[in-house]
């Protein structure tokens, strides 16, 4: 690979604007990320939200050395991973319903105070989050032309996939902290649980046909 760069700012702002949007669709980041906001404030949930940060440098690299190379080829897999991402959605936004008087900050294994404990709930959030997998395998091949990619153009893709949701993520931690006490009433947490249930279910149906 050589020391210079192939892909354009502009490109790269595109490119910025789809991590913006997947960052902005309910998955399991954001459940877990309130999870802690809500037990423990802005100080349990950053270190979930860098937990995640080195999965959304992890996925990028793995799609670019050419695991999206083998889902591409292999027919069949994109399908599967659609559809199993569609059922998992669909399983995680009944339960929230199912169980919308729940408060967040009763699922232990999330809420778990410490920075490592936090750290590591959001290595292995956005490592199996389906949402994230499907962007980064399925998506993001289609911005660059991966057959001419170079180290500073793969460090470029990396920061952005990094930078964008890890400051969406501390701001929701933020705006969380400032009205936990709000939106611990049990009210609240029903109507949010619901509205976040629905959202998974709605993202769920509609990735069959992304």
Known sequence: ???TMTVSVLDLSFYALAVLILFLTPGPVWIALL?????GGFQAAWPLALGVSF????????AILGVSWLVNEIDGIMALLRFSATLIFLI???L??????????????LTRPGIGAGFAAGVFVILGNPKAILFYMGVLPSF???DD?????????VVVSVVTP?????????????????????????????VSGLSLILVGLAIPFV
Not at 149 to 157: G, Q, Y
Not at 166 to 193: D, E, M, P, Q, W
């Open 1 to 3: 690979m050589t020391m």
């Open 96 to 109: 929230l319903i199912f169980k919308a008087e729940r408060s967040f900050g009763e699922n232990s294994q």
């Open 92 to 94: 995680m936004g009944a």
């Open 149 to 157: 990619i170079t180290f500073l153009d793969i460090v470029a893709i």
């Open 35 to 39: 999870a802690r906001a809500m037990s």
């Open 166 to 194: 890890l400051f969406g993520n501390l701001t929701l931690a933020v705006f969380v902290n400032k009205i936990r006490s709000v939106l611990n009433s049990s009210k609240a947490v029903v109507r949010i649980n619901k």
């Open 144 to 146: 660059f032309d991966l």
């Open 55 to 62: 999965g959304d440098a992890v996925w990028p690299i793995l």
